[in-house]
């Protein structure tokens, strides 16, 4: 059995999604990033990053006996992948091409959305500077997915943990106040995906996405204001 430390936030979302998509069985452990849960003693020996998400494999032990952890999203997901023979192709080629587009989402599309997000949506000084360079860089990584889907129905071959890890992105591209309605092939894939029951599952873990937007709406000042707290250690 797998134990899955999540929120609900696009990177645990890569991996409810991806589990969802290979049929395991796995617990779901909420965590509050905005408690600071996070950073406790206890989650730091899974994850001595302190963020979610993070796995803990009990069908294989570490060293000391314990559950075998995985940290950082994608490597959660290759290893995922790598353990059930899914959503990676096999071949030295295929693997790679599925790699270079994770690697894309964990070094391009993550990155630049989540400082869009901290400028555009967090911060309560707006420094245009800084929300220009990320919600245009964030814009131009997504010109980069169209012209791959243009040419292909995903991004590496077959439907991927690679698909996977951008989606869970780019679907939350308004939080980051960039449009994609411009980049018509990355709509397309955007909705295919959406359909998918596995991604439909995988959105709502650790709770409920739908109840949880309404809420989020409803207060979107108290939202903020302790995504600022984690942020940068005070709300105000
Ligand atoms: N590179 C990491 C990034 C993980 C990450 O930034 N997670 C965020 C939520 S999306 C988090 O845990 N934030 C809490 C914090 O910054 O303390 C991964 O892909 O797993």
Not at 29 to 49: C, H, R, T, V
Not at 143 to 153: I, K, S, T, W
Not at 216 to 234: C, I, T, W
Request: proline share 5%; aromatic share 10%.
């Amino acid at each position: 059995m797998i134990d899955l430390y999540t929120s609900a936030t696009p990177n645990g979302w890569k991996a409810s999604v991806t589990l969802e998509e290979m049929g395991l069985d796995y617990n779901v452990k909420a965590i509050d990033i905005s408690a600071g849960d996070q950073k406790k003693p206890e989650f730091l020996k899974i994850n001595p990053n302190g963020r979610i998400p993070a796995i803990v494999d009990h069908d294989i032990k570490d060293e000391n006996g314990n559950g075998f952890a995985v940290f950082e999203s994608g490597a959660l997901m290759i290893y995922l992948a790598e353990k059930t023979g899914m959503l990676m192709p096999k071949d030295v080629q295929g693997r790679s091409k599925t790699i270079q587009w994770l690697m894309f989402q964990m070094g391009g599309i993550g990155p630049m959305m989540g400082q869009a997000n901290v400028f555009y949506r967090y911060f309560p000084e707006k420094i245009q500077p800084a929300i220009d360079r990320y919600q245009n860089e964030s814009a131009r990584l997504f010109g980069v997915l169209n012209r791959q889907l243009a040419e292909n129905e995903y991004l590496a071959g077959d439907y991927s943990i690679a698909d996977i890890a951008n989606w869970c992105w780019v679907r939350t591209h308004s939080w980051s106040g960039v449009d994609i309605e411009p980049f018509e092939h990355l709509v397309r894939w955007r909705d295919l995906i959406a359909e998918r029951p596995a991604a439909i599952a995988g959105l709502n873990v650790p709770y409920n996405l739908e109840e949880r937007m309404r809420a989020q709406s409803e207060n979107e000042e108290e939202f903020k204001k302790k995504a600022r707290k984690m942020l940068v250690g005070k709300g105000e």
